[in-house]
């Protein structure tokens, strides 16, 4: 009765966790407990060797088991309930109890005593029940009254000397994940490896699935990240795409062509309200004037991208005529010659500007039928595009260093 000092107010409110108290949450949980084992067992009388405030005991006495406890702490033999208190008793796991039981149950108690003491409780235990429902905490080592923490095997093989074997098909994982119900049993080592042998296998069957499974997921996983990245890359190259035909409606907008359509339209409107009579016979005036008008403001925009060719350093006159003798013999001008044919013809403008590779990887080019190196002079520099194969393998390698 040396340790009883110990299990003093103080330990139940600041040594188990949370406080150990009659609570709710206490109640609920030894009620679970007692349930789960009577469905198990099926016992008709209990003893809880280390039964502290009770609450397993009560919760046994409710379903109608006869249920006893046993704790060397005054303290909490003195706090037990009243409804239970004749049932309970201050004492000591190491000695004889008054009576054999149909089951005893020792949750986290063995830690507490000192090696030599936990072996002759076990001896005790086994000899006043053929079951055992125990649990020892093989863990926490930081307590300061745990004494004496093992391994479930160290236990497993003391209950063995006295005959008592793991069941290996209950299920006490309501107490603890590492609680076992021992019963004593007469079996021979070659039915032990054969019982063993079937609970490690399906175990080990259980693990390989588990591992299995987990695989199978990790590369769903990694395959959807992929989808993820090639939704963003689509996403990204969608939202360049818009911010390309942003700048396109600006330039228009912002160009003097635009600016004269807009003011016509005013007039327009000035001049010949909707619905009005006047507005009735504008069509005919506008097919009058509209295809000047037109011819003019195209015009205007091939001298605007002619001069951008010429000013461009991929442009080259010289290589030009040399590489399409067709164009220096009939004398054409080799920039106007490219921006309206060579262009859409495949024709490079220069050793530096592949123009069909240009047209054959940007779609988008190709459909809006703009020539090729217009388009990189206005956008596709700003976009991040390369102008023939080998750049795109230099900048598929620097990706991938990256």
């Known amino acids: 009765m040396s340790g009883a ?40 009388t209990v003893l809880d060797a280390g039964c502290a405030l009770g609450f397993l005991v009560e919760a046994f006495r ?59 409780a076990i001896a005790n235990l086994c000899d006043h029940a053929n079951e055992i429902i125990f649990s020892s905490t093989p863990f926490d080592h930081k307590e300061s009254t745990h004494f004496n923490v093992q391994p479930p095997e160290y236990w497993a093989e003391q209950f063995a000397r006295y005959g008592f074997y793991r069941d290996k098909e209950a299920d006490m994982s309501c107490i603890t994940s590492w609680a076992v119900r021992f019963e004593k049993t007469k079996r021979t080592s070659i039915r032990l490896i054969r019982e063993y042998e079937r609970k490690f296998w399906q175990l080990r069957k259980e693990n390989i699935d588990l591992k299995q499974s987990f695989s199978e997921t990790q590369n769903r996983l990694t395959q959807q990240d992929k989808q993820i990245q090639i939704f963003t890359a689509q996403e990204t190259e969608k939202e ?22 807009l003011l016509f339209r005013r007039i327009r409107v000035l001049l010949a309200p909707p619905n009005s009579r006047s507005a009735r016979t504008l069509p005919r005036l506008k097919s009058i004037f509209y295809f000047p008008l037109k011819k003019i403001r ?16 991929l442009f080259d006159e ?27 013809e495949g024709l490079d403008p220069g050793p530096n500007f592949s123009s069909a590779w240009y047209l054959d990887t940007y779609a ?18 700003k976009e991040g595009r390369v102008v023939q194969p080998d750049q795109a393998e230099i900048v598929r390698s620097t990706e991938k260093v990256l």
């Not at 949980?29 to 067992?41: L, M, N, P």
């Not at 600006?250 to 359509?261: C, D, F, Q, R």
């Not at 205007?300 to 060719?309: N, P, Q, V, Y």
């Open 5 to 44: 000092p110990l299990f003093d107010e103080y330990y139940y409110k600041h040594g188990c966790g949370r406080p150990y108290e009659r609570d709710e949450v206490w109640l609920n949980f030894f009620d679970g407990i007692a349930k789960r084992i009577i469905e198990e067992s099926k016992p008709k």
């Open 62 to 120: 409710n379903y109608g088991v006869e249920a006893f406890g046993i704790d060397i702490s005054e303290y909490a033999i003195k706090n037990i309930h009243p409804s239970i208190k004749p049932y309970c008793w201050v004492g000591s796991v190491t000695e004889p109890f008054p009576q054999k039981y149909d089951l005893i149950t020792c949750i986290e108690v063995l830690e507490h005593l000192a090696q030599r003491d936990s072996e002759k």
């Open 240 to 261: 360049q795409k818009v911010e390309a035909l942003t700048a396109q409606v600006a330039e228009i907008e912002n160009s003097k062509t635009w600016k004269v359509a």
């Open 298 to 313: 195209r015009n205007m925009k091939l001298r605007e991208d002619l001069a951008l060719i010429r000013s461009s350093d």
């Open 318 to 344: 010289t290589w030009y005529l040399t590489n399409n003798p067709d164009v220096a013999q009939a004398r054409a001008d080799p920039a106007l010659h490219y921006l309206r044919f060579g262009g859409f």
């Open 364 to 381: 988008d080019v190709k459909n809006y039928g703009v020539n090729p190196l217009v388009h990189y002079l206005k956008y596709g520099r």
